[in-house]
């Protein structure tokens, strides 16, 4: 038997109930997506009491859901987009929106600043093609800079810092290219510094905010100019593995909220992906065959891979561990055993859980994977063997 990660508190229910609503609801129409509200919305209303006058930016790649975005809208004060896709996702909402991401075309550059958004330069050509469509359109483009730091996130899943990079401009030449902007007339809208992603460690967040902080004041005063806005990045992981803790943001808050007088005429934001939506989303499957192959029980499932990567090791682990995951269909107190549940992929990488303790399940039971809100199915390879695309469900105990 190996561990797996800890099931969301929320999810520990027999039987699960989502969104206030019993699995049973679900469980006819795998495999599905459902992201619980509650908890986002809870979420949100926690950073706000963590970080009082720090606007939250919620990043659109960790799940693009069109009533997800429309639910989340009200409550953030921004959306950070990747692409253009990302900004016809986003279209019609108030809330102002920033783009980053290395490789944006002109095709995007042009309906982006034609939108009014503000674009987070990730190099010195990307000024120049931007300045230069901004220039045809006859429109002074919002444009930050995306800074790629000295430093990095220590102990983030993924470093976005501190190491050649396609994110974002060497911070030693960033003045120059600020002045650069400010003379051609554009509206420059301060920094973006995102230092890495999936960071659980609240000494280590605090310090790249620390660092963060500081560069934007020294950046500023070589500009000779204060930033309108500091991004902060984010990069609040969520705990997957057994062992790993949630983070304490309220210990983060405590320590960001005074440093931010080094810089008293800007505005902060803190831009969130996984951390608002991980913990919401349960991706359930249908268990299709069980069968044993040299002493082992596996339930093969009608979806894996396919919609959930993550989950199955293969979407930027080095070691494959197992996500929380229960047989959602399961009576309190049943038997259990030890099974390896697969998914329905020709490939051996197509593991959604290897030999946990669950209750026995049978053809027709059902499997939940939890922590499935943030790049679960838009970063999955859902096409791959032609399986049908599964459905998501935003469940919320109001409506
Ligand atoms: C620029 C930028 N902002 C925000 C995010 C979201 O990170 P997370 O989902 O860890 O909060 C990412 C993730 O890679 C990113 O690259």
Known sequence: ????????TAFRDVPLTIGGRPVDE??????VFVYDFDIVASRIARFRAAFPGVDLHYAVKANPFAPLLAAMAPLVDGFDIASGGELAMTEGFANPRSFAGPGKRDVELESAIGAGVTINLESAGEAD????????LGIAPKLAVRVNPEFELRGSGMRMGGRASPFGVDADQVPALIKRILDAGADWRGFHIFAGSQALDVQAIIDSQAHTIDLAARLASDVGASPPLLNLGGG??????????PVDIEAIGKVLLPGLGALPDTRFAIELGRWLVGEAGVYLTRVVDRKQSRGETFLVCDGGLNHQLAATGNLGTVVRRNYPVAVATAVPNAPTETVTVVGPLCTPLDRLADQVELPVAQPGDVIAVFMAGAYGLSASPWEFLGHPRPLEILAASAT
């Open 26 to 31: 679900f469980a006819a129409q795998t495999p």
């Open 1 to 8: 038997m190996k561990p797996m990660g800890a099931i969301p």
């Open 129 to 136: 093609r931007a300045l230069a469509i901004a220039g045809r």
């Open 236 to 245: 609040f992981g969520i705990p997957y593995f057994p062992g790993e803790l």
